[in-house]
């Protein structure tokens, strides 16, 4: 069995526990940024309300940035104020007669005709699209199998509703429903790999759990929902991956990272890089010693990120005139499961890498003409550039054609649902970002 870390990683002196959550939450009462999520969870009295409000919030949150949110989360609670609004709401709306895109093909005699897809247009931009269908998802679960009441504890959060982890159960159960539980994201990694000298890989699983039980034992018992947002408003405003601003820290004097970075080794206390003589499993490999230059920034280490996959592929506007003389292009759903699940994009194939470019149009123009029932001869798609877009985990390189229709064309009813739009349509449609720059 792996050795316990040494008492010098962890929150073990009770004064010090106390003397900590005072100095956090007394910075936090001054510092807090004024966002709409927490205006709500502190004057909503509807306990299911104010659950709902947080947990759109802390989805919304997962992998984008405060500021690109606020837009998101104001336009998301005006238009679902309520988790009975949102479990009303489809994903696939029906349009037929009433929309100002024309109704594509039926998919059956007995389904509505497919169109604009509310979640996922208001979700456009944000990224990791499959978030607003999961808590969509659940809103309904809510409303059908437990009476339209959010579940009151962070055990029930993450066993009932699909989506939700350990981390969005323990932020609502916490700032909604008051649970002495703590919560660990990113930005709490940072701070409290600084506080305790945390150097092992902080993305392992042992790290994790310690992480874990550090947070607990740190959580205000009596203001748990405010401690959580003070300790990762720390981190996002303070606590800072590169440059972190250190002087105006209201919780320094608890920074084993801070001190050393001070002080050095000031004897007779012993390093906590000796902590454990080289089994600590809390302490940098001993291949990784401490780094004076980089300061607190030694924490937290992370094992090396693999490099984005590179890919490309073949995306062609297809444009035919319009009705009342503005032009449209035809755009195709993509799956529901996958990479932009259930967005809305040009016509697209992957392409092999190490295909020449002659080849590629040929595939492509193949590809194409199932789409539009017509052959596509290769040389009749217009080269227009290159489009890069970064996932997090995709190097995404588009090869972007264009091929002006003549007369009109019927499009495949087998196929993914897919329709014509005008410009204005298009940008108001359920396009990834990365379709807008195509």
Known sequence: APAPPPARHLFSDPAEVEALRRD????????????????????????????????????????????????????????????????????????????????????????????????????AGLGYYSRGKRLQEAARKVVSELAGHMPRTAEDLQKLLPGVGRYTAGAIASISYGQATGVVDGNVIRVLCRLRCIGADASSPAVIDQLWDMANVLVDRSRPGDFNQALMELGATVCVPKAPLCGECPVKQHCQAWRRKLFGKPPPVPDVEDCGVGDCPLCPPATEPWDSSLGVTNFPR????????????ATCVLERG?????PEYLIVQRPS???????????????AQDLQEEKEKEEFAHHLQAWIGQPVAAKGLQFMGEVIHIFSHIHQTYVVYSLHLDGDVTLDPALSPSRWVTEDEFHASAVSTAMKKV
């Open 24 to 123: 956090l939450l007394a910075w936090y009462d001054r510092c807090k940024r004024d966002l709409p999520w927490r205006a709500l969870a502190a004057t909503e009295p509807d306990a299911d309300r104010r659950g709902y409000a947080v947990w759109v919030s802390e989805i919304m949150l997962q992998q984008t940035q405060v500021a690109t949110v606020i837009d998101y989360y104001n336009r998301w609670m005006q238009k679902w104020p309520t988790l009975q609004a949102l479990a009303r709401a489809s994903l696939e709306v029906s349009v037929a007669g009433s929309g100002s895109s024309p109704c594509p093909v039926p998919l059956s005699n007995t389904r509505p005709c497919l169109s604009e897809q509310e979640v996922n247009e208001l979700w």
């Open 302 to 313: 992370k094992a090396a990120k693999k490099p984005p996959r590179a890919m490309r592929t």
């Open 322 to 326: 319009g009705g009342h003389g503005a």
């Open 337 to 351: 499961s996958g990479l932009l699940a259930g967005l809305w994009e040009f016509p697209s194939l992957p392409l």
